[in-house]
């Protein structure tokens, strides 16, 4: 037998919370974590797990560091690190690197249509 993880059924009840309120579609990690007072670390671990159940989807938001303009929204990261991009606000061109990458998740289609069924 497992052991029971409250910090799990805490950020899938906050997650439930989040996917009732129609105006939401997506939220930051770290929203979860203070609300919930959890480490951040166990949060997105629970919040993976929550992917993988096909409740969330996870994107990354790559953002100007100048300005702090979001830049893009992707699926995956990992083609842009290392890479040149132009922020279109302030024109300015940096280098994607692990400061200014963002985890985001959004609340799945499917997810949010079985609770409207409950």
């Known amino acids: 037998m497992g052991n029971f993880n409250e910090n799990a059924l805490e950020v899938q009840k906050c997650v439930e919370g989040i996917a009732l309120k129609s105006r939401i579609t997506s939220f930051y990690p770290e929203a979860i974590s203070r609300k919930l007072k959890i480490q951040l670390d166990l949060t997105i671990i629970e919040?993976?797990?929550l992917c993988d159940d096909g409740y969330l989807d996870l994107y990354y938001e790559i953002?100007?560091?100048d300005n702090f303009d979001l830049v893009c929204t992707v699926p995956d990261?990992?083609?842009y690190l290392g890479k040149d991009i132009v922020c279109e606000q302030c024109g300015c061109?940096?280098?994607v690197g692990y400061n200014n990458i963002y985890p985001v998740y959004y609340i799945s289609k499917q997810y949010r249509e079985h609770l409207k069924k409950k």
């Open 77 to 79: 990261y990992k083609m």
């Open 93 to 95: 061109e940096f280098e």
């Open 63 to 65: 953002k100007c560091l």
């Open 47 to 49: 919040l993976n797990k």
